[in-house]
């Protein structure tokens, strides 16, 4: 038996996982003035599920934060305060079972690949910012540290608008496929077109979010049609160069925006489609991510398992090393 925990900006939620079932499971808000507090809240929660579900062989974490896996310390954390916290050495302490830390997008990908029963999937989440995840042959795909596979920071236009991430390109995915790019050209025109139905729609901070760009472009204003035209033909410039570079047998669509993809879905797939190599297009699958709300504690449960049985195999394996020498 194994734990998730997925540690969010909001909440945290910890399940006992069984496959890609979760069971027993909490939800506490998460501490967000002092790294303690978090620590202790996580704590909490985790005890509380294993107060009922018993102690597990494995625990495993999603955070929204760059994650050094080998270690698993974070090497940066915007939203939640965590940067530079060893977060598998202080959890693992706390449990006495073994701890596992990912990315949230990676777990996301993970919890993905196992539900819909995919060796080799990519994962984009549409959020605020853009984040992804590469599943090959099973396994989640990393780097060398743990920091790799940052799809929305692959650059589709090098003179494009900055990027919103923390990071110094411009033109990335992100600065077009993401809650903020919506919200910045949404601004930008409400701006310039004074009278427009989407300047009615400015906010008290002076701004037009992503949300209700969606629900103008849901009431069939042109402006805001054009602004999603835009977002679903830059996602599919994007969609193409993955399926290019990975060959998935499918890429899913996650996120907070996948909610709104009447709007972009149709339009993006027909973009990659006239974009990527025929070969590799038509053995893939572009599909919405079937994970539910608690695909991130799932995906959080599946590390944990696959890891163990990973580290039981590479036991094995050494020993089998050994008897030939
Ligand atoms: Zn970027």
């Known amino acids: 038996m194994v734990l998730g925990v997925d540690v969010g900006g909001t909440k945290i939620a910890v399940a006992a996982v069984d496959g890609v079932k979760a069971t027993h499971a909490v939800e506490h808000p998460t501490v967000l003035d002092n790294t303690d507090g978090l620590l202790d809240g996580m704590e909490h929660a985790v005890r509380e599920v294993m107060r009922e579900a018993g102690e597990p062989d494995a625990i495993g974490v999603g955070v929204p934060s760059q994650i050094e896996y080998e270690t698993g310390t974070v090497e940066s954390s915007v939203n939640i305060p965590l940067t530079g916290v060893p977060l598998r050495e202080e959890l693992g302490r706390r449990f006495g079972v073994p701890v596992f830390v990912d990315n949230d997008a990676n777990c996301a990908a993970l919890a993905e690949a196992h539900i819909v029963g995919a060796r080799h999937l990519v994962m984009l989440t549409l959020g605020t910012g853009v984040g992804g995840g590469v599943v090959i042959n099973g396994l989640t795909f990393r780097g060398a540290h743990g920091l790799g596979a940052e799809l929305g920071h692959m650059t589709i236009n090098p003179d494009g608008p900055p990027c919103p991430g923390n990071c110094p390109n411009h033109g990335c995915l992100e600065a ?33 979010s992503g949300r209700e760009l969606v629900s103008a472009a849901d009431d069939g204003d042109g402006d805001a049609l054009l ?54 297009w038509e053995r893939v699958t572009i599909a919405l991510a079937e994970g539910g709300a608690d695909a991130g504690v799932i995906g959080a449960g599946v590390l944990a398992a696959v890891e163990i049985a990973d580290r039981d195999t590479g036991k094995s394996h050494a020993t089998t090393t050994e008897g030939i020498e």
């Open 176 to 208: 077009y496929c993401s809650g903020q790019a919506l919200e910045r050209d949404a601004t930008e025109l409400a701006n310039d077109k004074t009278n427009s139905p989407l300047a009615a729609r400015l906010g008290p901070d002076g701004k037009v």
């Open 227 to 280: 602004l999603m035209e835009n977002f679903a033909r830059m996602l599919g410039v994007g969609i193409a160069t993955y399926v290019n570079v990975f060959e998935p047998e499918r890429l899913a669509i996650g996120g907070g925006l996948s909610r709104a993809s009447h709007l972009f879905l149709d339009r993006a797939v027909r973009e990659a489609g006239s974009r990527a190599l025929p070969a590799l």
